[in-house]
């Protein structure tokens, strides 16, 4: 049995376990990683990349079928070649993949623990069969995985999450989605428009991460424009038939209707990897999921000298919190006992469907729940119908709520979906973690004619009603036409 003594050991390779890696090793030298699966990150591997490049191969087919309304007529039947596509997918998928790995390769084969990690203690970890690891400190950082009813496992290799839909070496003729959440929408609606069929079905009538109702009631009869999404459907009965699966449901017009599917994708949520750390031997305190619990700002437990990153911590399940969060629970792991609060930045998030969907600071849910009974916040509104750059774009589809604090006129946050989703979001994040108000907002300076100016219409209906600037004029003449 190899046992080793280090200052920092960390769990997890992926995005907050090498973040965490790297932080730890500016103040010690004595830190390992131990991981046993494959390094690459959720996000090059299953996660954000190849997602966004089955995305763009839809879209791409997507602006061919909407050409005929600016006058521009493709000749001929629009071809999808499903082996050509997914070869795509899988050809940068592993070049992302090669990037994180050239960085995994830089670490020194000594610092690097290859196994599943077991607590025993609070600072002793069994690896495998082979190696037991006393740490001073440690960091857990072992992610998440796709989650679902137990019951579904009866479909076999008919049941996929998204992790599977990147092995695909073709497209398949028909798929249901269950969850219209994130992964849910994205991938739902990129396999339809490269001609897949899909239903995509929800329970609770959630679409998106959206909290705003009428953001949300909008975001449905969007999509339901397109294909068929049901966010809370009744399944009587779902099982395998032969290479498919039959799935019996009380449809909208609640009419029982039978389908047949080539596969069923469960896109309906993720669980941290901490349910097989053996995590009982600790002295850990864990929440109602059983997710050690943790300070926002040094992400430190409730054991002093151990720390959490990345989705295990139940808190934003992101890339860029993942990084972020790794780099306080890895400094402060390596710099123990100085524990530091380190910087949480405004929170921001996007579903790259289309139109895409965002939110930033706080949601309309938390902000109602802290400021509703007294009234103290209005939301600002506007549509991207009628707004001048969308519709020269015909990508006028989309809501934009923003919401302000009445007294101080505080920008407090935003949930829209529309065209540019994300990078609006990217200027209204910037305004949130700046503690902006919705004045100094307005007095940045705009651009005409481009969708942004949607944002300065927003503000400005927020600012008349806090009672902090003038009524909306319908036809605003300094903003130029269709604004």
């Known amino acids: 049995m190899n046992v080793l003594n280090v200052d920092v050991a960390v769990i997890g390779g992926g995005t907050a376990g090498l973040g965490s890696y790297r932080a730890a090793k500016a103040h010690t030298d004595s830190v390992v990683m131990i991981e046993g699966g494959a390094y690459g990150t959720t996000c090059a591997r299953v ?20 050409a005929p309304a600016f006058g521009v007529h493709p000749q001929g039947k629009t071809v999808i070649n499903g082996r050509e596509v997914m070869d795509r997918v899988k050809r940068e998928r592993d070049r992302f993949v090669g990037f994180v790995l050239e960085g995994v390769d830089e670490i020194p084969a000594e610092d690097k623990v290859v196994g599943f990690a077991k607590f025993i203690d609070n600072n002793t970890l069994q690896v ?9 400190r440690v960091v857990i950082a072992t992610g998440s995985r796709p989650a679902y009813p137990a019951v579904w496992n009866e479909l076999g290799d008919r049941l996929i999450v998204n992790d599977d839909v990147f092995d695909w070496d073709d497209l398949p003729e028909s798929v249901a989605v269950f969850g219209p959440g994130v992964i849910g929408l994205e991938l739902g609606q990129a396999l339809h428009r490269l001609g897949v069929k899909v239903k995509l079905f929800g329970l609770g009538g959630q679409v998106g991460p959206l909290t705003d ?30 290479d498919q699966v039959e799935i019996m449901f009380i449809n909208k017009e609640n009419e029982l209707e039978t389908i047949l599917v080539d596969y069923v994708l469960a896109a309906t949520g993720r669980r941290p990897n901490v349910d097989k750390l053996d995590i009982e031997n600790t002295t850990l305190t864990l929440d109602e999921r059983g997710v050690p619990t943790a300070d926002f700002y040094t992400l430190q437990t409730s054991v002093e000298s ?11 399940p992101l890339l860029h919190e993942a990084a972020d969060q790794a780099r306080i629970a890895g400094d402060n792991a390596g710099r123990f006992p100085d524990i530091r609060a380190g910087l949480r930045r405004s929170k921001i998030s996007a579903v790259f469907s289309d139109p895409q969907i965002a939110m930033v600071g706080e949601t309309y849910q938390e902000i109602t729940q802290r400021l509703g009974s007294c009234g103290c916040f209005e939301t600002g509104i506007v549509s991207f119908e009628n707004q001048g750059r969308s519709r020269v774009m015909l990508r006028n589809k989309g809501v ?21 989703a994300e990078h609006l979001a990217h200027l209204l994040a910037w305004a949130h973690q700046n503690k902006m108000t919705v004045a100094e907002m307005l007095d940045m300076p705009f651009y005409h004619p481009v969708i942004e100016e949607g944002v300065r219409t927003a503000l400005r209906d927020l600012n008349a009603k806090l009672h902090l600037g003038p009524e909306m004029i319908k036809h605003c003449l300094d903003c130029g036409p269709g604004c």
């Open 47 to 66: 996660g954000c990349m190849p997602s966004k490049l089955l995305i763009a191969a839809a879209e791409s087919v997507h602006h061919i079928e909407k």
């Open 128 to 136: 495998d069969d082979h190696t037991t690891i006393h740490a001073k």
């Open 213 to 242: 109702p009428e953001v949300m009631a909008y975001a449905d009869k969007a999509f339901n424009e397109e294909f068929y999404l049901d966010a809370d459907v009744k399944v009587e009965r779902m099982e395998r038939k032969g």
């Open 306 to 316: 151990i720390f959490i990153a990345g989705d295990a911590s139940n808190q934003l």
């Open 400 to 420: 934009l709520h923003v919401y302000g604090e009445q007294g101080t006129g505080r920008f407090l946050g935003a949930e829209m979906m529309g065209p540019n």
